[in-house]
């Protein structure tokens, strides 16, 4: 989004570099609340919360693809900002709770991996969004990535679906055998 939300605002709106910095500190509000996201998470799991975070990131860049002036970025930049911030919030703490599980000692490297993965996607994402967004322009680069969010999230999340529904089905059972 960075690399190319300058380029569509300075041509669609003529925008002045101030004018796009202040629509992206929209994207970097919702930050704020990273505390109250973590507090959440703890609470009813990490698992939910990305989750969520997953959903609100695919409608909000979907979204993306609609606004015509500077006021109309501002929610869906919000949005924005909000869903990454409500998935990425819970990733390390999912980590650790995941190697405590598997009785591995071994922090530093799950952590390095996950930012070896963040500076990658951080280094191929606007490079591949820069070759989309000259081919398609912005509207379908962002009907693009919120798609590719949507078709993702499943595989992202099958094991923990899996575990969800296993935990759920096993509830349920007692109550349905008594019923019989």
Not at 106 to 134: D, Q, R, W
Not at 135 to 142: A, E, I, K, L, V
Request: aromatic residues 14%; contains cysteine; hydrophobic residues 55%.
């Amino acid at each position: 989004l960075e690399p190319i939300l300058p380029l569509y605002l300075e041509d669609l709106l003529h925008a002045t570099p101030i004018q796009t910095g202040l629509v992206l500190v929209a994207a970097i509000f919702p930050t704020l609340f990273a505390s109250v996201i973590g507090y959440y998470a703890d609470r009813v799991g990490h698992f939910y919360v990305s989750l969520l975070g997953m959903v609100i990131f695919a409608v909000a860049t979907l979204s993306l693809a609609l606004p015509t002036s500077f006021l109309s970025f501002i929610l869906p930049l919000a949005l924005f900002g909000l869903g990454s911030c409500t998935i990425l919030t819970p990733l390390l703490p999912a980590m650790a709770d995941v190697v405590n599980k598997k009785g591995w000692n071994c922090y530093a490297k799950t952590y390095a991996l996950y930012n070896m993965t963040y500076s990658l996607s951080m280094a191929a994402g606007p490079i591949l969004a820069g070759f989309i967004f000259e081919d398609f322009g912005f509207q379908w680069t962002m009907i693009m990535f919120g798609v590719m969010i949507i078709v993702a999230t499943p595989v992202i999340f099958s094991s923990q679906v899996a575990s969800v529904l296993a935990k759920w089905r096993g509830a349920q059972s007692p109550t349905e055998s008594s019923d019989a």
